[in-house]
């Protein structure tokens, strides 16, 4: 039995063949009949090709540091696998970063071949010889079995793209740039910078990462944000857009942004360092169609296109040195300035009321992180746990910032207290040597007798002081006649039908677990408000994030998720109109209908904007669509 061709090669066979048919009318005559006879035979041509797999990278054995190698699984003699081949574990040296798929169809000698190229992008971010092991995949009802590959990566070797105009090369070549495309590591690049390379255990300092281009640039995104190891970290990136300027380095001219800035403050002494960030920047190069297009001065906007270019920052080496011995105790923690001060909200307050005693801890270091102040009370105060407060800021090459700890104090005695000295020490690198912040004491007269109530007024309101003696509930007692039947009583009735509310009860929920198994519809109808409101949930979390297109994409998906599980319809390739016209068909109020097609072409257009957008945009956009879900909701329902 001959094994009919895909559809995909018939028409990719006729497609070439239409080439031909081109030329003048005679020879479109003598063509035709050729191509019906090819075609024909296309099922005997290709059911003779056996299926085959085989690796190789692009573009090539050898890639710099920070470039994009793409790891090719080619298939020969199908067009389809059965499943997605399971990829080996490159994490070692390598940051996973896309996929995508490419197949051809050829035609040589009479006979026609078809190949399926799967293409697996990767950023290489270790130097040294690795090796790609076997890739097993599912093809042709057989299990293929790659070779194992090897790959060099270099900082010595050039950073080239892996394919050229942004697409993937062909099997088994290595493609090269389109005219004007390639981007050297002199025209992208970022860089880490530091303000100090060495410090003491707890001194804050900040790093910068910095894109420089001569190319240009249209958007670009991060493929690796590495955790710093042994710090605290604080992200102080300026809000909003990068601010691009222009900057001269190694006599070149640059544009260039600041894209992260990051407080960092070692938690132990030794040697560390800071990883590399990756990032992959999209550039706008020319296609080369036309020579003559720059020798006549046309615009060259539509003889240019966008071309993937992937960097990575040069890794940072930090060394920490130790605090010297002889810590003052209670030690804050604190490398740089500290200033201490106490104040109470008044100096005189009666027995048993609440006073509050404020400490305020400002200064250079990393404030945030310095603990709670030890108070020495006398034996009759009662205090509580404080209210803490802190606002933290860059400050030059460290932080600066301030933190408040409210206390609240109440006196059980009268008398002429004192609030002692509250003291904290901290290192101060200027110096090279210990201090001690401390507050001057404060005096509090405590007027009137003394109260033993069983309780006192604070700030959170009532609170119970003593627990020891429990008052008598006095009250007139509750009566019932003897002798009374139990079946004249509610609770024997109550409990007596009990066991058959408890049966309904099970019946019920066994017959809905049926219907939710049994009935797509119904199940995807009960679980459409849950979903959507899930789906609503993460697109909140993305809005505080810088990650606008994610943000609009989840919000475009919980819409039209919930009205294909509504509806019952397919929600992949549910197009906008179709949506539309189905919910008329529902009888759904038009201006209803028109305001999601608006919601959704909004959401289609910010997904493809340049990254960065309007906090209180993405705000009110998600409650204008929250609003819109619950409307149509209702009225699908």
Known sequence: MVRMPPLAVVRESVRTLGVALEGSRPMRRSVAPLAVALVLALPGLTAAQDVRARAYVTPGTTVGVGSVFVVNVEIAGTQSVTEEPQLPDLSGFAQYLGSSTQSSVQMAGGRTSVTLVLQYRYQALSEGTFSIPAIRVAAGGQTLVTEPLSLTVSTSAPRANPTARGQPGQPGQQSQPAAGSAVGPDDLFVTATTSRTSVLDGEPFVVEYRIWTRVDVTSFGFTRIPEPQGFWVEDITPEGQPQVEQRTRAGQQYATALIRRLALVPTGSGQRTIDPIGLEAQVRVRRGLD????????????????????????????????????????????????????????????????????????????????????????????????????????????????????????????????????????????????????????????????????????????????????????????????????????????????????????????????????????????????????????????????????????????????????????????????????????????????????????????????????????ARFLERAGDLMTALDRAIR
């Open 291 to 618: 020579p003559f297009e720059e020798f006549f001065g046309r615009s060259s906007l539509f003889g240019t296109t966008t071309a993937p270019a992937t960097v990575l920052s040069n890794p940072l080496t930090i060394t920490v040195q130790p605090l010297p011995a002889g810590r003052p105790q209670p030690f804050s923690g604190v490398v740089g300035r500290l200033e201490a001060r106490a104040e109470l909200d008044r100096d005189s307050v009666d027995a048993n009321e609440a006073v509050t005693l404020t400490v305020r801890l400002s200064g250079d270091g990393n404030i945030g992180a310095v603990p709670e102040p030890a108070i020495e009370l006398p034996s009759d105060f009662e205090v509580f746990p404080p209210e803490v407060s802190q606002a933290v800021r860059p400050s030059g090459s460290g932080l600066s910032g301030q933190k408040t700890f409210e206390y609240v104090l109440i006196p059980r005695a009268p008398g002429r207290r004192e609030i002692p000295s509250i003291r904290m020490g901290y290192y101060d690198p200027g110096a090279s040597a210990y201090r001690v912040a401390a507050t001057a004491p404060l005096p509090l007269t405590v007027t009137g007798a003394v109260v033993d109530g069983p309780a006192a007024l604070t700030r959170g309101g009532v609170a119970e002081l003593r627990q020891d003696i429990r008052f008598i509930h006095l009250g007139s007692a509750t009566l019932r006649p003897a002798g009374r039947a139990l079946f004249a009583q509610t609770t024997f009735w109550l409990f007596l039908f009990l066991p058959l509310v408890t049966l309904g009860g099970a019946f019920a929920l066994r017959r809905h677990q049926d219907l939710l198994e049994g009935d797509v519809a119904y199940a995807r109808g009960r679980r459409a408000t849950r979903v959507a409101r899930k789906r609503l949930a993460e697109a909140k979390r993305l809005a505080a994030s810088d990650d606008s297109r994610a943000f609009y994409a989840e919000v475009a998906r919980a819409l039209r998720g919930l009205v294909a599980d509504r509806l019952n319809v397919a929600e992949a390739g549910l197009l906008t109109d179709e949506l539309g016209q189905t919910l008329r068909d529902r009888d759904v109020a038009g201006e209803m209908v028109t305001e999601l097609s608006d919601c959704l072409g909004h959401c289609d257009r910010q997904r493809f904007a340049p990254p960065g957008s309007d906090p209180q945009e993405k």
